[in-house]
């Protein structure tokens, strides 16, 4: 089992930053995918970002604009967001997927960009 909490998330104004933490925590292996998603009610859930080892994927809405990282000591999983947009409002989740395939979500955190 896997444990993941987010944290970070808020209200903003567009063209802000904020920072999203995610702790994890029980059967972590080192090789392992982790990444942010988001969704909306009524769409579907979408990448942001996601890194494994040292490779980074971003969707084209948001690259140039945020940065996942991670501290393998601290187990966390970070996402940084600068020049933040309206449309960047939605619920983040944070994943953890294992060899096998395997989906891990934490609870969700909510940002909200006002314009």
């Known amino acids: 089992q896997v444990q993941l909490v987010e944290s970070g998330g808020g209200l903003v104004q567009a063209g802000g930053s904020l920072r999203l933490s995610c702790a994890a925590s029980g059967n972590i292996f080192r090789i392992n995918v982790m990444g942010w998603y988001r969704q909306n009610p009524g769409n579907q859930r979408e990448l942001v970002a996601a890194?494994?080892?040292?490779?980074?994927n971003y969707a084209d809405s948001v690259k140039g604009r945020f940065t996942i990282s991670r501290d393998a000591a601290k187990n966390t999983l970070y996402l940084q967001m600068n020049s933040l947009k309206p449309e960047d409002t939605a619920v983040y989740y944070c994943n953890y997927r294992t060899l096998f395939g395997h989906d891990y979500w934490g609870q969700g955190t909510q940002v909200t960009v006002s314009s």
């Open positions: 890194m494994s080892g040292g490779s980074t």
